[in-house]
């Protein structure tokens, strides 16, 4: 999984509980990205980040902040964890900011807000 | 509105046999096309791209696809499938004029199944 790790890699919570997902890689790559995967939605983009401390909205960001103070770590916070938000998060990073880089996916946390 | 559509939710394949996963596109100019696998509890992998030039690009593990413009197309093809071939298809589209993958919208995916 090109040197990005997902901590948890499984979680269950309760609704109106903060949940906090770490993102971890060793690639050195400056743009970083929080998705969720929903059967029928395919990969849907929550924020994204393109350097330490430079973060922005994707498609479904309501109810999620980010945070990236170090290069190498990307976290996604959930404030207060809804059932919709049950989901499975992946996060991903590009090698450059070039036309048609391939994204490269960690293994993913599978999140359970009941 | 910019969208992929990926419209067989389930590719039922016997092994040896050619196999398709279709994938078309709604999106104004020349996008910048991609395949990526998915595997049971693991994270996306890149397959292949298609960014200019040939319209028939050859990826990993013996995939390729076929870009046609005039059908909005990127059909992902394989000549002879294998078993271990069953996993979750995503096809994904980056506008054109954007280098950051902020704009990349993926299809909902198609769940190959290869039977022996």
């Given amino acids: 999984d090109a040197g990005i790790t997902q901590s948890p890699r499984h979680k269950v919570t309760e609704t109106g509980t903060p949940v906090t997902l770490r993102c971890h890689q060793t690639e050195n790559h400056r743009y970083m990205y929080w998705y969720r995967q929903d059967p029928g939605h395919g990969l849907r983009l929550i924020h994204y980040s393109y350097g330490v401390k430079d973060t922005d909205k994707g498609e479904v960001s309501d109810g999620y902040s980010v945070s990236r103070s170090k290069t190498e770590d990307f976290l996604l916070t959930l404030e207060s964890a809804t059932s919709s938000q049950t989901s499975v998060y992946f996060c991903a990073t590009v090698a450059g900011d070039f036309p048609g880089a391939e994204q490269f996916f960690g293994p993913g946390t599978r999140l359970t807000v009941l | 509105a910019q969208s992929v559509a990926q419209p067989e939710d389930q590719v039922n394949v016997a092994e040896g046999n050619p196999l398709t996963v279709k994938c078309t596109y709604s999106v104004s100019g020349n996008p910048y096309l991609f395949w990526y696998v998915q595997y049971p509890n ?17 990826g990993s593990y013996g995939f390729e696809a076929e870009f046609n413009k005039s059908q909005t197309s990127f059909h992902l093809k394989k000549p002879s499938a294998l078993v271990s071939d069953s996993a979750l298809y995503f096809c994904a589209v980056s506008p054109p004029g954007y280098s950051s993958a902020s704009k990349i919208i993926f299809g909902s995916g198609t769940r190959l199944s290869i039977r022996p």
């Fill in chain 2, 42 to 58: 693991r994270g996306l992998q890149f397959l292949l791209k298609y960014i200019t030039g040939d319209n028939l690009v050859k």
